[in-house]
C-alpha cells in the first residue's frame, strides 16, 4: 500500500543550525501539506503546497520555514535557523486531489533543538 | 476561523466494552469535512472515519461509528468492542471544502485496559 514517508525519523541539532527534513508523499497526489505537533500538544497546520507553490500558510510558518519540491518526488521542509521553540514533531501529508478530503500522513521526523 | 474542541484529553476503557469520544466545532461554513484520526505509539496518523457534512446519514467503519449533530456541531465518535490495539492518541479534525488544511482538536488518548 502507498505510503508518504519521511526523513529523518529524529534529528538533534543546535540552536541556530539549518534543518532540512523530507518527504516522499504518495506518488500520484498533488496537495501537499506539512504539519507540527509540539509534545502533548495539538497538531498545528503549517504549509499547503501546490503546482509548485505555497497554496496557504499559517503564522507559524515565518521567514525562517521555507519549502520546495526540488525534484518531483521529495518534498522538503526547511527551517534556516533552529530555535528551541522549534522542537517539535513535523508531520508531512498529501492527498490526491481535494474533493476525497482524507490526508494521507508520514510518520514524522522528530526534530530537538539543543 | 473554524476551531475544534475535545474535552476529554484522557480516556480508559476495559477491553470489549464501548467507548465514546467527544467532539465539538465551530464554524459558519455549511458544507465541510470532519475526521477522526488515530495516532499511535509508533506516531503515525491513520484516518479511522470521515463525515461529509452534507450527508445526514452517520458514517460507520466496522466497529467505529460516529454521530453527527450539525446543529449541534458535535461530531463524536464511538468504538465499540475496544480492542488493545485501539490504544492511542484520537484526533478529532475539520476540513472545509477545497484545498483547506485540517484543523485538529487536542487529542484524546483512549487506553483499552485488558
Known amino acids: 500500500e502507498p505510503e508518504v514517508t519521511q526523513t529523518p525519523s529524529h534529528q538533534v541539532t543546535q540552536m541556530g543550525q539549518e534543518v532540512i527534513l523530507r518527504c516522499v508523499p504518495i506518488?500520484?497526489?498533488?496537495?501537499f501539506y506539512w504539519y507540527r505537533q509540539i509534545l502533548g500538544q495539538k497538531v498545528e497546520f503549517l504549509v499547503s503546497?501546490?503546482?509548485?507553490?505555497?497554496?496557504?500558510k499559517s503564522e507559524i510558518f515565518d521567514d525562517q520555514f521555507s519549502v520546495e519540491r526540488p525534484d518531483g518526488s521529495n518534498f522538503t521542509l526547511k527551517i534556516r535557523s533552529t530555535k528551541l521553540e522549534d522542537s517539535a514533531m513535523y508531520f508531512c501529508?498529501?492527498?490526491?486531489?481535494?474533493?476525497?478530503?482524507?490526508?494521507?500522513f508520514g510518520e514524522g521526523s522528530r526534530l530537538t533543538v539543543l | 476561523a473554524q476551531t475544534v474542541t475535545q474535552s476529554q484529553p484522557e480516556m480508559s476503557v476495559q477491553e470489549a466494552e464501548t467507548v465514546t469520544l467527544s467532539c465539538t466545532y465551530d464554524?459558519?461554513?455549511?458544507?465541510?469535512?470532519l475526521f477522526w484520526y488515530k495516532q499511535p505509539p509508533s506516531r503515525q496518523m491513520i484516518l479511522v472515519i470521515r463525515?461529509?457534512?452534507?450527508?445526514?446519514q452517520n458514517a460507520t467503519e466496522n466497529r467505529f461509528s460516529v454521530n453527527f449533530q450539525k446543529a449541534a456541531k458535535s461530531f463524536s465518535l464511538k468504538i465499540s468492542d475496544s480492542q488493545l490495539g485501539d490504544t492511542a492518541m484520537y484526533f478529532c479534525?475539520?476540513?472545509?471544502?477545497?484545498?483547506?488544511?485540517?484543523?485538529f482538536g487536542k487529542g484524546t488518548r483512549l487506553s483499552v485496559i485488558a
Open positions: 501529508a498529501s492527498r490526491r486531489q481535494v474533493l476525497t478530503g482524507e490526508l494521507f
Open positions: 506518488s500520484n497526489h498533488l496537495y
Open positions: 463525515q461529509e457534512a452534507y450527508k445526514q
Open positions: 479534525a475539520f476540513m472545509k471544502e477545497g484545498n483547506t488544511p485540517l484543523v
Open positions: 503546497f501546490y503546482n509548485n507553490e505555497i497554496s496557504e
Open positions: 464554524t459558519s461554513e455549511n458544507n465541510y469535512y
